[in-house]
């Protein structure tokens, strides 16, 4: 008795040529070596003026029989039988060095060689002939889908002068053929979907794109037109199920924003009533004195009140430190003291806006710039809410109309679901097996299936792009190259205690979100800038924020392999 690997290499020498088993087979004029050998001498016809290039895969029939039959050596002979001169011919085999190797992949380069015979090992990677190649023969499958995207990844690449190629794949009705296209069909589902993580369930069932031609060879292969029925069927229900995971993950989302997109709008209408009103007083209190501690200065004293005030304060802080300062346009304003970051000016109405220094400039006039932005930039602020607020309120309509409706092609899909369920028993003969006979034929449900599917249109699901992510902090110096762009002014008009750069808050990362079958188919960086000269003799409030606060920056940059 064989065992089972013998039993498959008979099985699979049998489906490409029966004389691989026998001495006495017949040459069948149907099999799949004499198919081969037809199509590649009609297209070395076709293309003799580009002088086109043709590449064979087959893993079987490498050796010679004991017999003396060689699949290799019968193609070559029939090729040459043909008209094909011998040296435009040649098997991988024969090129047993690095250097014959790639004397011979210049040979086929330059359209010497146009036919070039060998198995995958021999002529997967590293076989760069694709310059003139005009088509690629599978004569047989293989095991792997990585080997059939190796074979077709000698034609289908980058240095290719056809604008159109031809790939053969060539299968026997009816054999074993259907089982290798099936064992290929079946893996490559479950690494596309491990690979491409597009299914959301926790199993790895539904069939993805390249799998779907091997579906359809095996189809074609197993001689029952049914099974290719059967295998649109299930491509159809998976699109189905794609679309209707969609749908759900649509009502959820729905469900969710209609819940908490009303707060949203309340809050950002709350806060464009404050801010409006703060702009009111900063316009009526334009012209007003500066205020420091309860008493009003003209402009002129101002720097200096100010720089003492400074001084006077901590030079560092357990936690935040909220610390008012004065009044400016008729708003509060003062200092958020901070333990490991740079301290930030708030100016407070009936709500509170912020700004945060750059550490390199925290005097006096650097306040006084930054409030004058925060006083200035009510009005813009006030045009970003209400842009928000109609795109808030243009979503929360967007989703009640949405809310509740069902999915479209429930009906369908429930309906195809039922005819595959019955023709996939049919098929396995589930039916006969339990002595059930009673119901559709097997080629009445196919027919059910393809008139169903004429009568629907569904149109592929979108692809959800995953990308690499990566996390990092933003360079210090691109930082202060960006608030130096935005607000170059302001260090020119400050010579003596330092200029103030704009600087939002920043946060300390950033997250970024790396035949059948033929087809043609950041670093750390460290920034030093002049000092400010003070004209105080003490030591200023800056530089003592300054010393007191020296850190070391450095990026972690993560990327998730995929």
Sequence with gaps: MDNALNITTDARKLATDARMLSPTAPDFPGSKVNRLVENVAAIWDR???????QMVFSDMGVNSTPWGYCVYDEIIRMLVAR????????????????AKKQALFEKVRNGSVRVLIGSTQKMGTGTNVQKRLVALHHLDAPWKPAEVEQRDGRILRQGNENKEVSIH????????????????????????????????????????????????????????????????????????????????????????RVRDLPGNIAGMSERLSKLSSDDATTKAHASDEIAIRGRAYPREDILGVLGATLDGLPKRVPEATRIPLGSYRGLRFGLVLRPQFPSEVYLEGRAIREDTLSREHQGPRAILNALERLASGHGSACDRIRQDLAIAEGQLRDYQARLGKPFTHEGYLAELTSLRDQLKAGLSGTGQKEGKVEGPSISELAGRIKAIRAAHTVETPPQRVRQAHSSSEEPITARIRRRTEAHPSDRATEPDTGASIKQGPLPPESRVQDGPGDFSRVIPADHSSTQDCSVRPEVSFEKRVQSGRRERRSICLTVLNR
């Design 47 to 53: 293309t003799a003026a580009t002088r086109g290039t």
């Design 169 to 256: 794949r060539y299968v026997t009705e009816g054999s074993f053929d259907a089982y290798m296209w099936q064992a290929l069909e079946t893996k490559a589902r479950f690494i596309s979907q491990v690979m491409t993580g597009q299914n959301a369930a926790r199993r790895a069932d539904d069939i993805g794109g390249q799998e779907l031609s091997y579906a359809e060879v095996k189809a074609i292969a197993s001689g029952n037109p049914a099974v290719l029925t059967l295998a649109e069927a299930d491509a159809e229900l998976q699109r189905l199920s794609v679309l209707k995971k969609n749908h759900l993950d649509e009502q959820f989302v729905a469900r969710r």
């Design 83 to 98: 008209g094909i001169p011998r040296e435009q011919i040649a098997a991988m085999g024969d090129a047993e060095s690095d």
